[in-house]
């Protein structure tokens, strides 16, 4: 598609690129106590990074967060065959921001 730089692109094609990570107890055990998946979307004809919304900034096993730039979607997995409670004890971090003074 050729793009006229005189009319914002309309975002119709887009890729989605998703690494999905196996989180390990340590550096030095291997194993694996939980999977994440980050999430990117990219618009394939000018390369504008789409931003997630509504999701706060940080890193979760528990519930999908987001990079603090919003690109990137951080989304804790697990296998199907596996309990419903699989990687709830691992750490995270959250970040908020208050404003004013």
């Known amino acids: ?3 006229d730089p ?3 692109c309309p975002h119709e094609n ?3 690129y998703v690494a999905v990570n196996r989180l390990t107890a340590s550096d030095t ?4 106590v939980g999977y994440s998946a980050g999430i990117k979307v990219h618009c ?3 390369g ?3 931003r997630w919304t509504g999701v706060p900034a940080g890193v979760s096993p528990r519930r999908p967060m987001c990079s603090i730039d919003e690109t990137e979607l951080h989304a804790p997995l697990r296998p199907a065959s596996a ?7 691992l750490p995270g971090f959250a970040v908020s921001f208050q ?3």
Not at 29 to 32: E, F, L, Q, S
Not at 83 to 89: A, H
Request: contains cysteine.
């Open 14 to 16: 887009f890729d989605a």
């Open 83 to 89: 309990d419903p409670d699989f990687g709830m004890g």
């Open 99 to 101: 404003g004013g003074n």
């Open 29 to 32: 055990d291997p194993t694996v």
């Open 1 to 3: 598609m050729a793009t």
């Open 6 to 8: 005189d009319r914002p």
């Open 44 to 46: 394939r004809d000018c």
């Open 48 to 50: 504008e990074p789409f």
